[in-house]
């Protein structure tokens, strides 16, 4: 017992003292309890309010790559959405639709971070991003959708979200986005090339590339819907948060596709110019984000890319699909300044002529899965045909007493009865596979 005592009062006589941190490894931030001190020669360098990182000085920027960010990158499946086709599939009894619903697991799509409660995830995506990339020495890209707006939805109802203008939403926000990148940025070490050195922020992830789309149904709305009275309160809200999370996004490499709505939105002929005009004075005002590659349109809508001839609902606009959109539009911004690229969603535009008016947009009923993830979208303006709406989560309830419900999705063309937006359809999801095309 003595020689206890006595080796305890050894140990409480050596000083404390703290282990300096290394060169990339993080000395500071919100949450963090470990070391603030780096070693000799390196700099805490704040890289957002939840990651500081020790580096020789202020550190290099991330500069992107020349040419389309999805080239030579294979794009990771969302193990959220593979869950929730293998929960359908389970419930389908027909063995032919079941196979061809299975198929879809393996077909990409964006995941979405529409509450702050899902942000942590992203970590655990890119660590499944990287344990598959090394297996297959196959490079690895993740979608993510940066969805959480202060008054989001602002001309709706149905996916209003959970912070308030009145109520510190946007500082709310700033930090939502800060999380997401801090997620990002904490794995951030130095990648050497040709004697450069530069700050690769996925490097701990090797190779992994990450896009967003930013903020769907958000900006449209400043063009078209400032008559509406939360819309109006939202402006300055929506393009102070929007310019923020490009900014955060562009220090942590992460290329991003701004949300400009679609051919029956902003496509209209008077749309046209106020809608480059605000997408330019963002990408300036952002200070010219190099990450900021251009537009995402069509998102969680019906439009094809290129129609065969015109859905009648789309008459007398000339711009009666996205291709004819996208080449009205990308002039514009470039005559802004801002040369735009795009990528265009197709996950659920297969059926044409299902729609009563251009302006459903929940739950259509008769849509089907569309065209395939590619590259090979026939236009050198656009990158990539995506799938950013996972096929089967609802677009909103038609439950007229629920808080959210919102008339659209009452309409004689929306598909009854249907749960709350982002909950599982799964009568919807049955339709998407037997109506898709090129068929499952």
């Known amino acids: 017992m003595f020689k206890f005592s006595t080796l305890l009062g050894l140990v409480a006589l050596v000083p404390a003292f703290t282990l300096a941190v290394g060169e990339w490894g993080q000395c500071g931030g919100i949450n963090y309890t470990g070391s603030t001190t780096c070693d000799a020669g390196l700099v805490c360098n704040v890289i957002n309010d939840y990651y500081h990182q020790c580096l020789t000085s202020s ?7 020349a040419g389309n960010p999805y080239i030579g990158y294979d794009i990771y ?6 869950d929730e086709v293998a929960a359908a599939v389970s419930a389908i009894s027909d063995p032919a639709l079941a196979a061809k619903a299975a198929s879809v697991a393996n077909i990409p799509t964006f995941i979405w971070f529409d509450v702050v409660a899902k942000v942590p995830t992203l970590g ?3 660590a499944d991003a990287l344990s598959i990339q090394q297996s297959t020495g196959r490079n690895q890209l993740v979608q993510i959708v940066v969805y959480d707006l202060p008054d989001r939805d602002c001309a709706a109802l149905a996916s209003n979200g959970e912070f308030s203008i009145a109520n510190n939403g946007l500082a709310n926000y700033k930090n939502y986005v800060d999380q997401i990148v801090a997620q990002i940025a904490r794995t951030c070490r130095p990648l050497v090339t040709s004697a450069i050195t530069d700050l690769a922020c996925l490097s701990e992830y090797p190779q992994i590339r990450v896009v967003a789309v930013v903020e769907p149904d958000s900006l449209a709305n400043m063009v078209t819907n400032l008559n509406v009275a939360k819309c109006a309160g939202a402006q300055a809200a929506y393009t102070e948060g929007v310019t923020y999370a490009l900014q955060k996004l562009n220090t942590v490499g992460v290329y991003s596709y701004v949300d400009a709505g679609h051919a029956g939105w902003l496509g209209w002929p008077a749309n046209l110019g106020p809608a480059a005009q605000l997408f330019a004075n963002l990408y300036t005002n952002a200070g010219s984000p190099s990450f900021f590659r251009g537009l995402a349109t069509n998102v969680a809508n019906y439009n ?3 129609a065969p001839s015109p859905d009648p609902v789309t008459s007398p606009n000339a711009n009666y699909d996205e291709i004819h959109y996208i080449n ?3 002039p514009e911004l470039s005559s802004r300044g801002f040369p735009a690229h795009f990528i265009v969603d197709q996950g659920r535009s297969a059926v044409q002529g299902i729609r009563g008016a251009w302006g459903d947009w929940c739950n259509v009923d008769n849509a089907g899965f569309g065209t395939r993830p590619t590259t090979s979208t026939g236009s050198s303006l656009i990158d990539a045909i995506v799938w950013v709406k996972p096929g089967g989560e609802s677009d909103g309830t038609s439950d007229t007493s629920a808080v959210r419900y919102d008339g659209h999705c009452g309409l004689a063309s929306a598909k009854k009865p249907a749960p709350e937006a982002g909950t599982w359809f799964q ?3 049955e339709m998407l596979v037997a109506n898709a095309v090129p068929a499952l």
């Open 427 to 429: 009568a919807y999801f």
């Open 328 to 330: 009205a539009l990308a």
């Open 59 to 65: 550190g290099p920027q991330p500069t992107p790559d």
């Open 77 to 82: 499946l969302s193990p959220y959405y593979a």
């Open 124 to 126: 655990t995506y890119l």
């Open 304 to 306: 094809l890319l290129n």
